[in-house]
């Protein structure tokens, strides 16, 4: 799969690419949307992992493009902030957690 250089960019996986001499940029400045299927193959997890997710209530906010979900890369960062563990071995929501 190959995504626009500016969807690379915005996920903190090419900055080096900003450099680049490039006409691949968003329209109108908008930022790139994922596909339900661009964002599994990103996580590496199967497509109907998402849908279960949506399902769920769970993973990052999407929007509605007609029938389509679509995922705003800046919701996919945030998503995947929340999802880091706060130590090795210690889920994120117990990043609150005092010790002890």
Do not use: N
């Not at 209530?57 to 890369?73: D, N, Q, T, Y």
């Amino acid at each position: 799969m190959e995504w626009p250089v500016a969807t690379w960019v915005l996920l903190g996986l090419g900055s080096h690419l900003l450099d680049m001499d490039t006409d691949r940029t968003p329209a109108g400045g908008l930022e790139p949307l994922l596909s339900i299927e661009d964002l599994a193959d990103y996580l590496g997890i199967p497509v109907t992992t998402i849908y279960d997710w949506r399902v769920d209530g769970k993973g990052p906010c999407g929007i509605r493009v007609g029938r389509h979900v679509k995922f705003a890369v800046s919701d996919v960062r945030d998503w995947l902030a929340q999802q880091r563990e706060a130590a090795p071995g210690q889920s994120g929501s117990d990043r609150t957690t005092e010790p002890g």
